[in-house]
């Protein structure tokens, strides 16, 4: 188990960069490892909100299983991951300045033993999840720097 994290400047608003974000549905616009989301319950926004997201990395697809536990517009949103794959994750954006923000991804996953346990979080983790999460955040910047 090891903390991931990723961040990128980019050149929106913090409201803006939550306008793209907020809607979870609309993530598999930029996660490039997300195929699709299907909510567990008619709650599609806030603390509480339960859902799945369809996920394939190469030959691997499984079903991320995640609950939302924090909330705070134009500032944070974490979750828990309560399938295959366990953890926490969170995504925070900080002002720069008035029109520049800050979105840092920062996750803490614990693969099965099938997927490789401690080794394959490391490299699972650690490379290549942290490679797409890099792009995954070149594709929300373009999206957010949109006008």
């Known amino acids: 188990m090891g903390s991931i994290r990723v961040a990128i400047d980019i050149n ?3 409201q803006r960069v939550w306008e793209v974000v907020e809607p979870i549905e609309r993530h598999i616009d930029w996660m490039a490892d997300a195929v699709a989301i299907r909510f567990k319950t008619d709650q599609t926004r806030g603390t509480g909100t339960e859902f799945y997201c369809d996920t394939k990395v190469g030959p691997i697809k499984l ?3 995640m609950k939302i536990t924090s909330w705070v517009p134009e500032k944070a949103m974490g979750v828990t991951h309560t399938g ?3 953890g926490t994750g969170e ?6 300045t008035p029109t520049t923000t800050r979105f840092v ?3 803490v996953l614990v693969f099965p033993w099938w997927l490789g346990g401690k080794l394959g979080s ?3 983790g650690q490379i290549v999840m942290k490679a797409i ?3 995954n955040l070149r ?5 957010a720097e949109v006008t």
């Open 122 to 124: 490391l490299v699972g």
């Open 84 to 86: 295959v794959v366990t």
């Open 133 to 135: 999460w890099r792009k």
């Open 91 to 96: 995504f925070t954006l900080e002002a720069l």
């Open 63 to 65: 079903v991320d299983e």
């Open 12 to 14: 929106a608003s913090t």
């Open 139 to 143: 594709i929300l910047k373009k999206l």
């Open 105 to 107: 991804w920062t996750e």
